[in-house]
């Protein structure tokens, strides 16, 4: 009897084991963002912050950087050629995002869009048969990268804010005949998404619990080989 007792112990630690180690990973993500508004190029280390991942969420195992620019402009011109011209209006810039001095995403939104004008009208108004102005003209653009590298990860970890930085450098002009007045104005904005992966444990339970779980358990095993044993012996 006393070997029975001990293997239905056993019996029960083991499942007092098995229970205690029932603690499994999990997979999370969580989401920042942030953005700028319409501003002048040449846009030249404007901040984009979000937040740090909390390290008592889980391990950071990567990171997701989703970048977005767009630009934004005005633009007028006039043929002043005693001919008719086509001219051409190319609104453009070089956006940049960068962390810690390192360029991590490059963006090139362009909008193009070519009008045909008569001979100069005799009126420098950027309007009429010879001009026009045009306005709200539009182009956006977006980039992603993942990132694993340990060392990397480390800049997102933490308390506070990660600081990205956002410029942004003009291209934008208007071309035609040799005798074409214009001007142009461009702005640009910029936003930033930042995914945090991270693998999450569950609770474990308590060790006091499982082991009472395990025991419990051995006792019902006990009690049931007793029942067995006194039918046996009663037959």
């Known amino acids: 009897m006393k070997t029975k007792l001990l293997n239905t112990l056993g019996a029960a630690t083991t499942l007092a084991g098995i229970v205690a180690t029932s603690g499994v990973a999990n997979a999370g993500s969580l989401s920042y963002t942030s953005s ?10 404007a901040p984009l912050s979000v937040q740090k991942f909390d390290s008592s969420l889980g391990t950071l195992q990567g990171v997701t950087i989703e970048f977005t620019g767009d630009i934004l402009g005005n633009a007028g011109f006039e043929n002043r050629s005693p001919s008719a011209s086509q001219a051409t209006v190319n609104l453009g810039s070089q956006l940049s995002l960068k962390l810690n001095n390192q360029s991590l995403l490059e963006l090139n939104p362009k909008y ?31 980039g992603s990268q993942s990132f694993t590298n340990t060392t990397f990860l480390q ?60 025991l419990v358990a051995g006792l019902c095993l006990l009690s049931q080989r007793k029942k067995i044993l006194v039918k046996v012996l009663n037959s």
Do not use: H, W
């Not at 008569?118 to 977006?142: E, I, M, P, R």
């Open 155 to 214: 800049s997102f970890i933490g308390t506070g804010s990660v600081d990205f930085f956002f410029s942004a450098i003009a291209n934008s002009l208007v071309t035609g005949s040799g005798n074409m007045r214009s001007y142009i104005d461009t702005y640009a904005k910029a936003g930033v998404k930042v995914t945090y992966n991270y693998e999450e444990l569950k609770s474990v339970p308590e060790a006091s619990t499982t082991l009472g779980i395990g």
């Open 36 to 45: 700028t508004n319409y501003d002048f190029t040449n846009i030249i280390d």
């Open 112 to 142: 193009t869009s070519s009008y045909q004008v008569a001979k100069y009208d005799g009126v420098t108004d950027y309007s009429g048969t010879s001009g026009k102005t045009l306005s709200n003209l539009t182009a956006t653009q977006s």
